[in-house]
C-alpha cells in the first residue's frame, strides 16, 4: 500500500469514529516526531502493539480485502502465547486484548483462524455484520465438515459448517481457537469491538488462503500515523 492512501484511510476512519460517537485514546493522535520524546514513557503502548493498523494483506485491494482496526489494550503476546522471555511490567499483568474496528460496506475480512486467541466479536453500532465459519481440519488447513455450537451473547448456538451468522447492532459472537472466520459489513459500515485473549498477529493468524498479515508500505509522502508494528522500528 502507498502511505498516501494509509494516510487517506486513517482521515476516513477517524471521521467515522467520531460520527458514530466512539473516543480514541490520546496516544491515538500522537504525530511520528512526537514518539522519540515519548519512548521510555510509552514501552506499554510499544511493547503491546498499541494504535493503529492498516492493513490490504498485500493483495492491492484494500475496498474489497482489507481492515482498519485499533487496539486500545493488549497484554504481552509471549506471556499469552506460553513464550519464555518475561514480558515488562507495563504489560504482563494483562491477560486480554480489546480492539475497536472499522469495517467498511462490502470490505472482507479474509478466512483465517487463531490458535490460542479466543474473542467476542461485537456489532457495536452501524449496519449488519456477517461472518462464515469453519471450523479447521485435523491438519489445521482444510475446512471441517462438521457442525459445530457457538455462542451468540451467551446462548449456545449450532452452526452448520460454512454456514453465515448476521450480527445486528449490540449482537456479538464468541470465537473460539480453530474457528475459521472470515467478516464484512452489509448494507453500510460497521463498528467492530473486540475484546480477547491476549493478542499477537505476529504468530497468531493461520489464513486459509496464505496471505501475510501486515502490508509492504511505499512510502510516497510523509506518515500521518504511525502504524502499531511500525512504532519499534521507527525508535529503534
Known sequence: MKRSEINSILRESIDFFKRENFNLPPFAWTRPNEWKAMRERAQGIIEARLGWDVTDFNLGDFVKTGILLFTLRNGAPNEGLGGEE??????????????????????????????SKMEDIINRS????????????????????????ISRDGVETPCEAGEIIKLNPGESITLPPYLYHSFWAEGGDVLVGEVSRVNDDETDNFFYVHIPRFTEIEEDEEPLYLLCHELKRFLD
Not at 479447521?136 to 455450537?149: H, K, M, P
Open 126 to 149: 452501524g449496519k449488519t455484520l456477517c461472518f462464515t465459519l469453519h471450523m479447521a481440519g485435523e491438519d489445521g488447513r482444510s475446512y471441517s465438515e462438521e457442525g459445530f455450537t
Open 86 to 115: 518475561r514480558p515488562s511490567l507495563k504489560t504482563s499483568l494483562k491477560t486480554y486484548c480489546e480492539k475497536i474496528i472499522h469495517m467498511r460496506e462490502g470490505q472482507t475480512c479474509p478466512t483465517h483462524y487463531h490458535r
